[in-house]
């Protein structure tokens, strides 16, 4: 079954509108909440008046951040850690009367129906003691006065670095050195369901059900937040309409949770709208880099140095990880003696930044490959041949975190046909001398990425087999589908193992933290390698449970047994059908014992995908505009387990890709921190029109780590496409631009300044 493109499991629910969703499974009579968001970007409140939104017919309550309890919780998605120095920060309140972003979370109202409630909320009063908004980190790190948390003195959440060698001495042997600085907009995932549940209490216990990611760390976050034992909580996860990381967050969960208590555990639906889901979930973080490098008289880096700024926003969320993931990816790749990196993050008085496809490493990938292009540029030298001539061969493991290495390298590869299919060669030789004003270029990048979170955090997943009376099989994960076709994976894997067909393995699609096993969820590219093994090792216990059954019915058969597509063989001669195997095992009135198998494991392991794209653009100067005529990712991602579907994963990355390059930007207003475009008119996505044919390949090498040779692919395809474009237009224009998304304002300043215009 592994490696074949088995329709997904969820299809033909998903295509029909069977498919269970948050919404879908409200509650009748369930009252409904919404948020007073602040009118001001810095500042505390003077004063809340609530009198006239309480007295509003079919209001039953509303609570203000004096009515929560006061104590900080921390929101991101990361295994917890039971020593305190791995904990994550904890800096939020389920409501606040400290503002520290323009809509900041101040009140809450609970009413009967979603009119009533939103205009309760316009009768809410609120005074203000107003502070000055600082919106650009490397301003904000000088500090303010209040500063935005009152711990972070100069409002730098964390900083670190790391030194290989001796950067200064590198860079004075160096034939040529270059310095050049880059820049990455706030972004944020546009999931097509936003982030709701509903809440509700049973048996003195908090039920709520919630579009997540990360069920069992919602669990534990909403026991944080409330202050009350994490087993007072359940979680349910239905199907999920798109996360991309902001689901990896718990969002509104406790404030949706505490509503409920003061409601006499009547259900409470929390459903916030496409403007909240800009401002007030999460956003990819803006970073700014300040890169320099040096090479010899061949092109072989000597010496690197990076310095990264990241704009975290008002709260930590996964804070200073996004930055630091990124550092990591500065050292690996490309053989060089000398490597230096460091990085801030910073709080500033905007929306919180927080994971998002590929957790810092578009930004840090756009800065070098842009980078690689811009050195290969001042010394005359082909931008792919510099690459092939720094680039590490074969196996290489980061210098710092030692479980972490290419245990198969597939980029030169890779490379290679993404080369073959632009025709670069013969390409960069077509358009190296263009005149005009519509001109075209080709260009490319590449990237590498971990696969999970191994030795950084805590890697655990669970599995659960049961064999059911007509010999198919039962299969609950706490790990999470959220679109991203992983329960067919999984099916496939354990259909594999068990030497079943992928119909008789029926997958558990709704996580419920009071039934299923214990998983830390959705990110990291994470689930295929770590939820891989824990089902692989789940699959075979429960194999070697059915043959040890069937020796009990077998007293006489002395040969060696095997499960084959619904029969026990001895020696290749069926003996028994795994149907008669499961009923005895329910029903017999001498030896009855329901068959079952059940796996808790760490995983102590980690491997690098590596990849490429290459894009070839028009460029037309006089109005600003790139149109992409061809683009390719290859990818090396092991073995593929579901070929169709990994094509869908790297077709899905390449348009986010695509967008975060050329269009996407969530635009604040440098006085108050508002977004001016938080909506789905404004913002501006790749649509149809937009998006060429897109193409995908693979380098498939068996990778020794993962449970069937297989590594990450789901963030990906998101890393390469925005550095690609931009190095197109380079060589198209011989405009090096060095912020994204390569807007037509953009573009056509950068032309002017070079005089094109």
């Given at each position: 079954?592994?490696?074949?493109?088995?329709?997904?499991?969820?299809?033909?629910?998903?295509?029909?509108?069977?498919?269970?969703?948050?919404?879908?499974?409200?509650?009748?009579?369930?009252?409904?909440?919404?948020?007073?968001?602040?009118?001001?970007?810095?500042?505390?409140?003077?004063?809340?008046?609530?009198?006239?939104?309480?007295?509003?017919?079919?209001?039953?309550?509303?609570?203000?951040?004096?009515?929560?309890?006061?104590?900080?919780?921390?929101?991101?998605?990361?295994?917890?850690?039971?020593?305190?120095?791995?904990?994550?920060?904890?800096?939020?309140?389920?409501?606040?009367?400290?503002?520290?972003?323009?809509?900041?979370?101040?009140?809450?109202?609970?009413?009967?129906?979603?009119?009533?409630?939103?205009?309760?909320?316009?009768?809410?009063?609120?005074?203000?003691?107003?502070?000055?908004?600082?919106?650009?980190?490397?301003?904000?790190?000088?500090?303010?006065?209040?500063?935005?948390?009152?711990?972070?003195?100069?409002?730098?959440?964390?900083?670190?670095?790391?030194?290989?060698?001796?950067?200064?001495?590198?860079?004075?042997?160096?034939?040529?050195?270059?310095?050049?600085?880059?820049?990455?907009?706030?972004?944020?995932?546009?999931?097509?369901?936003?982030?709701?549940?509903?809440?509700?209490?049973?048996?003195?216990?908090?039920?709520?059900?919630?579009?997540?990611?990360?069920?069992?760390?919602?669990?534990?976050?909403?026991?944080?937040?409330l202050g009350i034992p994490w087993g007072k909580v359940r979680v349910i996860k239905p199907y999920i309409g798109g996360g991309f990381g902001n689901k990896q967050d718990v969002l509104y969960e406790p404030l949706n949770a505490f509503l409920t208590t003061q409601v006499g555990g009547r259900p409470v639906k929390l459903d916030v709208s496409r403007e909240e889901t800009f401002c007030n979930t999460r956003t990819r973080h803006s970073i700014e880099y300040d890169l320099a490098a040096g090479v010899d008289k061949e092109g072989h880096l000597l010496a690197k140095d990076m310095m990264a700024y990241s704009n975290q926003g008002a709260y930590a969320s996964h804070g200073h990880a996004i930055a630091a993931n990124g550092l990591t990816a500065w050292r690996l790749q490309y053989a060089c003696p000398n490597i230096r990196g460091e990085a801030y993050t910073i709080y500033t008085?905007?929306?919180?930044?927080?994971?998002?496809?590929?957790?810092?490493?578009?930004?840090?990938?756009?800065?070098?490959?842009?980078?690689?292009?811009?050195?290969?540029?001042?010394?005359?030298?082909?931008?792919?041949?510099?690459?092939?001539?720094?680039?590490?061969?074969?196996?290489?493991?980061?210098?710092?975190?030692?479980?972490?290495?290419?245990?198969?390298?597939?980029?030169?590869?890779?490379?290679?046909?993404?080369?073959?299919?632009?025709?670069?060669?013969?390409?960069?030789?077509?358009?190296?001398?263009?005149?005009?004003?519509?001109?075209?270029?080709?260009?490319?990048?590449?990237?590498?990425?971990?696969?999970?979170?191994?030795?950084?955090?805590?890697?655990?997943?669970?599995?659960?087999?049961?064999?059911?009376?007509?010999?198919?099989?039962?299969?609950?994960?706490?790990?999470?589908?959220?679109?991203?076709?992983?329960?067919?994976?999984?099916?496939?894997?354990?259909?594999?193992?068990?030497?079943?067909?992928?119909?008789?393995?029926?997958?558990?699609?709704?996580?419920?933290?009071?039934?299923?096993?214990?998983?830390?969820?959705?990110?990291?590219?994470?689930?295929?390698?770590?939820?891989?093994?824990?089902?692989?090792?789940?699959?075979?216990?429960?194999?070697?449970?059915?043959?040890?059954?069937?020796?009990?019915?077998?007293?006489?058969?002395?040969?060696?047994?095997?499960?084959?597509?619904?029969?026990?063989?001895?020696?290749?001669?069926?003996?028994?059908?795994?149907?008669?195997?499961?009923?005895?095992?329910?029903?017999?009135?001498?030896?009855?014992?329901?068959?079952?198998?059940?796996?808790?494991?760490?995983?102590?392991?980690?491997?690098?995908?590596?990849?490429?794209?290459?894009?070839?653009?028009?460029?037309?100067?006089?109005?600003?505009?790139?149109?992409?005529?061809?683009?390719?990712?290859?990818?090396?991602?092991?073995?593929?387990?579901?070929?169709?579907?990994?094509?869908?994963?790297?077709?899905?990355?390449?348009?986010?890709?695509?967008?975060?390059?050329?269009?996407?930007?969530?635009?604040?207003?440098?006085?108050?921190?508002?977004?001016?475009?938080?909506?789905?008119?404004?913002?501006?996505?790749?649509?149809?029109?937009?998006?060429?044919?897109?193409?995908?390949?693979?380098?498939?090498?068996?990778?020794?780590?993962?449970?069937?040779?297989?590594?990450?692919?789901?963030?990906?395809?998101?890393?390469?496409?925005?550095?690609?474009?931009?190095?197109?237009?380079?060589?198209?224009?011989?405009?090096?631009?060095?912020?994204?998304?390569?807007?037509?304002?953009?573009?056509?300043?950068?032309?002017?300044?070079?005089?094109?215009?």
């Amino acid at each position: 079954m592994v490696g074949k493109s088995v329709p997904r499991v969820d299809a033909y629910d998903k295509v029909t509108g069977r498919a269970k969703f948050t919404d879908d499974l409200i509650l009748d009579k369930c009252l409904v909440a919404k948020i007073y968001h602040a009118k001001i970007g810095n500042g505390i409140v003077r004063s809340i008046d609530t009198s006239e939104a309480e007295a509003l017919e079919g209001v039953v309550k509303v609570v203000t951040f004096k009515d929560v309890p006061d104590h900080c919780y921390p929101t991101p998605g990361h295994p917890w850690s039971v020593e305190l120095a791995h904990q994550d920060i904890a800096d939020r309140n389920i409501l606040t009367g400290r503002v520290r972003y323009y809509g900041d979370d101040i009140a809450a109202v609970v009413a009967e129906d979603e009119v009533t409630a939103s205009r309760a909320l316009k009768l809410i009063k609120v005074e203000y003691e107003e502070y000055p908004v600082e919106i650009h980190p490397r301003k904000s790190m000088y500090g303010s006065r209040p500063p935005i948390h009152l711990d972070k003195k100069d409002n730098v959440l964390a900083r670190s670095n790391y030194f290989i060698g001796n950067v200064e001495e590198g860079l004075k042997q160096s034939e040529t050195v270059v310095k050049r600085s880059y820049k990455t907009p706030i972004v944020q995932h546009c999931h097509i369901e936003n982030p709701i549940s509903y809440a509700y209490m049973e048996k003195g216990r908090i039920v709520i059900v919630t579009s997540t990611q990360i069920p069992h760390i919602v669990r534990r976050v909403v026991g944080q937040a409330l202050g009350i034992p994490w087993g007072k909580v359940r979680v349910i996860k239905p199907y999920i309409g798109g996360g991309f990381g902001n689901k990896q967050d718990v969002l509104y969960e406790p404030l949706n949770a505490f509503l409920t208590t003061q409601v006499g555990g009547r259900p409470v639906k929390l459903d916030v709208s496409r403007e909240e889901t800009f401002c007030n979930t999460r956003t990819r973080h803006s970073i700014e880099y300040d890169l320099a490098a040096g090479v010899d008289k061949e092109g072989h880096l000597l010496a690197k140095d990076m310095m990264a700024y990241s704009n975290q926003g008002a709260y930590a969320s996964h804070g200073h990880a996004i930055a630091a993931n990124g550092l990591t990816a500065w050292r690996l790749q490309y053989a060089c003696p000398n490597i230096r990196g460091e990085a801030y993050t910073i709080y500033t008085n905007t929306p919180v930044g927080g994971a998002m496809r590929a957790y810092g490493i578009p930004q840090a990938s756009f800065a070098i490959e842009c980078f690689m292009d811009d050195i290969a540029g001042e010394i005359h030298m082909d931008p792919l041949e510099f690459r092939r001539r720094n680039l590490i061969r074969g196996y290489y493991e980061d210098a710092y975190l030692k479980p972490i290495a290419a245990n198969t390298n597939g980029i030169f590869e890779c490379l290679k046909k993404g080369a073959d299919y632009i025709h670069w060669e013969e390409k960069r030789r077509e358009y190296s001398d263009q005149t005009g004003y519509v001109r075209r270029g080709v260009g490319m990048s590449l990237f590498c990425y971990k696969t999970g979170v191994w030795p950084i955090s805590l890697e655990i997943a669970g599995a659960r087999l049961v064999l059911n009376q007509d010999g198919s099989m039962q299969l609950q994960l706490g790990a999470t589908e959220i679109g991203q076709g992983a329960d067919t994976v999984f099916s496939q894997m354990a259909a594999e193992t068990l030497h079943m067909d992928v119909e008789d393995i029926h997958i558990q699609s709704f996580q419920d933290t009071d039934v299923t096993p214990f998983d830390t969820g959705a990110y990291a590219s994470r689930q295929s390698f770590v939820t891989g093994t824990a089902v692989r090792q789940c699959a075979e216990l429960m194999y070697q449970k059915i043959l040890d059954y069937a020796k009990t019915l077998l007293p006489n058969e002395t040969r060696q047994l095997s499960l084959d597509h619904g029969y026990i063989y001895a020696q290749g001669e069926p003996v028994i059908s795994l149907e008669e195997v499961a009923q005895e095992s329910y029903y017999s009135l001498t030896n009855s014992s329901a068959i079952t198998a059940e796996i808790s494991t760490q995983v102590k392991k980690n491997t690098i995908a590596t990849g490429c794209c290459f894009a070839e653009v028009e460029v037309d100067i006089k109005l600003g505009k790139i149109k992409i005529l061809n683009i390719i990712n290859v990818h090396d991602s092991g073995k593929l387990i579901n070929p169709q579907l990994a094509e869908m994963q790297v077709h899905g990355g390449m348009s986010m890709g695509m967008g975060y390059g050329l269009s996407e930007q969530l635009l604040l207003d440098e006085k108050t921190g508002r977004p001016l475009n938080g909506t789905l008119l404004d913002y501006k996505l790749m649509t149809a029109l937009d998006t060429p044919d897109l193409k995908a390949d693979f380098v498939e090498l068996d990778d020794p780590m993962g449970p069937y040779g297989n590594k990450a692919l789901g963030e990906p395809p998101a890393i390469p496409c925005a550095p690609a474009i931009r190095n197109a237009v380079l060589h198209a224009t011989g405009v090096a631009f060095h912020e994204i998304p390569l807007t037509p304002q953009r573009l056509i300043e950068g032309f002017v300044k070079a005089g094109l215009l």
